[in-house]
């Protein structure tokens, strides 16, 4: 058979042992036999995988050099192989690994980076972080969806830009709840919450792009390492952005830690570039510059979106991409300092946020944090106000009228029954009504101290005023008994100096509950 009737696998493994010892270059080939070079990749990457070639070192004008390797020798030597590799049937290579065992101490060569970095991008792998994260997002931004329609928001009004309320409640960061209220976890929780449906599907869309490919590069645990350390990266740079001028904010999403995976890409390009062919790294590079001017285009080209994070995010994706990539290539202690770099990168963020508040930006930030608190309670006061107002002011003036109506029915000397039956009856409902209203209150979840204290000064002012109609009932009951009835009589001493208590109780949760409410006014009106 001669050469040009081969198969293209058996051609390329025959012109390999031809040129051994020396290397073997495709573009050499192509040129020779007229055909296009490209052509030639899709059999060389089976070839390699297979561990019948391997790479040499790239040589300028010639290109990517291959070698044949004893396993493609043995091939070409059994005619049973080579009739299966003339049938497309290549043999699985035995526990090679990806990148070679022969590792220096001191680092990676030459050589060995070469073949991490095309074992990256040849090793086709289901990108489950990828897809695992997309689902995360689309998930909450659903639970979000639940939260704004129990809150009487419609959804198209969540799609849109969603609400201050929902996003608080679904973990947006902002300075206020986070350095005020201690709520730290927001750091990462705001990386999970989108501002409306575009915002989510455009975070969303760009991660399907990146995404991939990226964590076909980096791998899974690499992978996920990059985009959590990158969302911590991102937060710290909207809280920072908040410091310096933009103290009112909601700030959520995913383009922080999106930011920060697509600029490693810039990073492991540079570490590895001299393992890589030119013309690769020269597109790559292109590439990278050209989306690298598109998103700077779209973070200062559109009002809303934060800086500080898409900074803050690319900014720590760049540094820890660097212990990331020779963590793989080192062993011992080595590994280890690979391992502390990467911890050390988040670590550094966040000391230096917490630097810049305790400096002049911080006695900034503490102000506004101050300021935004008030804007959050005077949100939830109205919310508050708008869900339970009425509805505790109606019930507050049936409770006093049937309070009022037994007061002077127990004033009496003669007490009728019909007229006792029907105060009763009132009392009964104005009761159930406080119960009603108490439950309410008890379900109610404020995200706000002084409207969550005002919350509960008026669920225990309704049951006050609970307790003293169940005492009204009791002494209407007794003062229905005949007067001679000395132990009726006895019985309601003891209740008219138990509802004489229970009204002094009264009277000062009543006080509590008023100035509760004077201070939520206040902020209203501030």
């Not at 300021?371 to 939830?380: H, I, K, P, V």
């Not at 005002?454 to 307790?467: C, G, N, R, S, V």
């Not at 138990?498 to 509590?512: F, G, I, M, P, Y």
Request: charged share 20%; aromatic share 10%; proline share 4%.
């Amino acid at each position: 058979m001669s050469l040009a009737e081969q198969p293209p696998l058996e051609r390329i493994l025959r012109a390999c042992a031809a040129a051994a010892p020396e290397v073997w270059y495709p573009a050499d080939y192509a040129r020779a036999q007229g055909v296009n070079r490209d052509d030639l990749d899709p059999y060389l990457d089976q070839l390699r995988l297979s561990g019948l070639i391997r790479l040499t070192d790239w040589v300028q004008g010639r290109g990517q050099g291959y070698a044949l390797t004893p396993a493609g020798a043995e091939t070409l030597e059994s005619p049973k192989q080579l009739a299966r590799l003339r049938q497309g049937q290549l043999p699985t290579p035995k526990g090679q690994p990806a990148v070679p065992a022969r590792r220096s101490n001191l680092g990676a060569s030459r050589w060995e980076r070469g073949e991490a970095a095309r074992e990256a991008f040849l090793t086709r792998t289901v990108p489950s972080v990828t897809f695992t994260l997309i689902a995360l997002n689309v998930i909450w931004f659903l639970f979000g969806l639940l939260l704004a329609q129990r809150a009487g928001v419609s959804a198209s009004e969540y799609f849109a830009n969603s609400t201050p309320d929902v996003l608080i409640q679904t973990g947006a960061l902002n300075g206020g709840y986070f350095y005020g209220l201690h709520q730290w976890w927001r750091l990462f929780s705001c990386a999970f919450v989108h501002i409306g449906i575009i915002h989510l599907g455009a975070n969303m869309l760009s991660l399907y792009w990146v995404g991939p490919f990226l964590e076909q590069v980096w791998g899974h645990v690499r992978y996920l390492v990059l985009y959590v350390v990158a969302i911590i990266g991102g937060s710290c740079g909207m809280l920072i952005e908040a410091m310096l001028g933009r103290h009112d904010t909601l700030a959520a999403g995913a383009s922080g830690a999106i930011w920060g995976i697509f600029a490693s890409l810039g990073t492991w390009l540079f570490l590895n570039r001299r393992a890589l062919p030119p013309p690769f790294v020269r597109n790559l590079t292109q590439a990278l510059v050209i989306n690298l001017v598109i998103n700077l285009g779209l973070t200062f080209g559109f009002a809303g979106i934060s800086k500080g994070g898409h900074f803050g995010g690319g900014i720590v994706g760049i540094l820890v991409a660097v212990p990331l990539d020779y963590v793989i290539f080192v062993h011992g202690w080595r590994r280890w300092l690979t391992v502390a770099g990467v911890l050390a990168v988040p670590a550094v963020s966040l000391g230096i946020m917490f630097w810049m508040l305790q400096g002049p930006g911080g006695a900034v930030f503490k102000q506004a944090v101050v300021a935004g608190e008030r804007q959050a309670s005077a949100r939830d006061w109205a919310h508050f106000r708008n869900a339970y107002g009425a509805q505790i002011d109606q019930v507050s003036e049936q409770a006093s009228k049937a309070y009022d109506d037994a007061r002077k029915l127990l004033e009496q000397r003669l007490i009728d029954a019909d007229d006792a039956a029907q105060v009763r009856k009132g009392i009964e409902a104005a009761r159930q009504e406080l119960k009603t209203v108490i439950d309410e209150l008890d379900q109610a979840r404020e995200t706000t101290a002084p409207v969550d204290r005002f919350k509960t000064a008026t669920a225990e002012y309704l049951q006050q005023f609970d307790a003293v109609l169940a005492v009204c009932a009791q002494d209407l009951g007794l003062a229905e008994q005949p007067p001679g009835n000395e132990k009726a009589a006895s019985r309601r001493k003891q209740l008219e100096e138990n509802l004489d208590s229970q009204v002094k109780l009264l009277k000062h949760v009543r006080e509590a509950w008023y100035e509760s409410l004077q201070k939520l006014k206040r902020i209203d009106q501030e």
